[in-house]
């Protein structure tokens, strides 16, 4: 029989629905809300902490779910790293199907300037499972979509839902999705896997095939709407409060593609870990030690707590973003993002700002979903009074006519802080 995924997949490869997708996100309409002109700081304490960005933290960058020739991917772990090293990663998270190998045999840790780090893909009844931070006892896995989450959380592990909405081999039933679990809101391949039409396919091989081969990467480096509409919803909970997703931004690089039976190494490793990144923000820099096992503790806190942001840096470096909230008092301490504040705590109001390192950029704050600021400009200020998940998304422009930005690319997309009232 055949699938709805794979009608879906047929359909978008006649009406080349994809590439029109990228050519409407070039040109956006963003009118510059009044709140986004908002508050300036109101205390000493709130002042220093958004110029300095109190607690200081170190940003490192990764590719998250790669595979090696531990299963499908073209490389071992050895090329897969040196093609990481080459493309300026930090970090690289294997994530090869069903296999914890890599660990038995010893090849996590540091290789030259990238902390290879090792997870695994299982596959579930209903889907793909990421897990991540896990001891090689952690296999096998149950077939069963729920009772596969919950071994994620009974050993310990970070576990996300993968291809969400992939039109290969989506998750096929959200109502299977078990608290604690995160979203692979970005998956590479997923993505690319729109773009593939007759006329997508053209643009992208004379890109492939020019000087600039990079820019062939820019026609897949898109916003998955669908994904993020998923995750909003995912984190809608009761009574207008939050629920807790984390998102990751994923690769699913294999360093080669099979078409029409031939086999092609394209794209590379180290094309697609220059092009979709996931940001870890972690409290004490990389390598202060020996200890590489406490490097990847390091890595994996900031992926479960969601200190984390996902972007295009093909585009242009993000490294550098920042977002947090501060109470409008300066009572509390700054939230990062993927963290949770109390809006009882200070005087009720929280002070959200987001930095990024590029002028010519705009950003939109979106409260559990729907756009509640936006404007030009790469610092963002807002004081927001209701529960709820804040996130950001910045995007980068050419020129713009007022509200209308042409040559739009979708740049930043942080973690949610979660605005809560407390219980109590
Ligand atoms: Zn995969």
């Known amino acids: 029989m055949l699938r709805w995924s794979r009608v879906r997949l047929y359909l978008s490869i006649i009406t080349c629905e994809g590439l029109i997708a990228t050519m409407r996100e070039r040109v956006q309409f963003t009118p510059n809300t009044k709140r986004y002109r908002s508050p300036k700081p109101s205390s000493k304490a709130q002042k220093s902490a958004a110029l300095t960005f109190e607690p200081p933290l170190w940003d490192y960058c990764g590719s998250l ?21 080459e493309a300026g990663l930090d970090f690289v998270l294997m994530c090869d199907h069903s296999n914890l190998d890599a660990i038995t045999d010893r090849q996590t840790g540091w290789s030259g300037s990238t902390l290879v780090i090792v997870g695994t893909e299982v596959t579930t009844d209903t889907g793909h499972l990421l ?13 069963e979509a729920v009772a596969a989450q919950k071994h ?23 109502s299977k999705h078990v608290d604690g679990i995160g979203l692979e809101v970005f998956n590479l391949s997923a993505i690319a896997r729109t773009k593939i039409n007759v006329l997508g396919f053209i643009s992208i091989w004379r890109r492939y095939h020019s000087k600039h081969r990079m ?19 995912m984190m809608r909970g009761e009574n207008g409060q939050a ?32 092009t979709l990144r996931t940001h870890v923000l972690l409290p004490t820099p990389l390598r202060a030690s020996d200890d590489a096992g406490a490097d990847a503790q390091n ?86 009074k209701g529960p709820g998940a804040y996130r950001v998304e910045a995007y980068l422009y050419k020129f713009r006519i007022g509200p209308l930005y042409f040559g739009v690319k979708p740049w930043i997309f942080s973690n949610p802080i979660y605005l809560a009232h407390s219980s109590n």
Not at 131 to 143: R, T
Not at 152 to 173: E, N, Q, T, V, Y
Not at 264 to 271: D, I
């Open 243 to 274: 629920r807790k997703v984390v998102g990751i931004a994923c690769v699913d690089a294999h360093g080669v593609m099979k078409f029409m039976g031939k086999t092609y190494y394209f794209p590379t490793y180290k094309e697609v870990f220059q």
């Open 299 to 384: 890595v994996h806190n900031a992926i479960r707590r969601g200190h984390c942001y996902m972007a295009y840096d093909n585009f242009a470096d993000s490294q550098g973003f920042r977002f947090h909230a501060l109470s409008s008092d300066g009572s509390a301490a700054a939230t990062i993002m993927g963290d949770a504040a109390n809006i009882s705590s200070g005087q009720g109001t929280f002070d959200l700002q987001a930095v990024t390192p590029k002028k010519k950029s705009f950003m939109r704050l979106l409260k559990n979903g729907e756009i509640v600021s936006s404007g030009p400009g790469n610092n963002l200020r807002y004081r927001c």
């Open 65 to 85: 779910h790669v595979h090696s020739t531990y299963s499908d991917g073209a490389e071992p772990i050895s090329g897969v790293a040196a093609a990481a090293n």
């Open 131 to 143: 897990a991540v931070d896990v001891e090689p006892d952690y296999l096998p896995s149950p077939h």
């Open 215 to 233: 820019r062939a990467f820019h026609l897949v480096s898109a916003r998955p709407d669908e994904e993020l509409r998923l995750w909003d919803r």
């Open 152 to 174: 994620i959380l009974d050993k310990g592990a970070i576990g996300f839902i993968a291809l969400p909405c992939d039109l290969k081999d989506s998750w096929r039933d959200f």
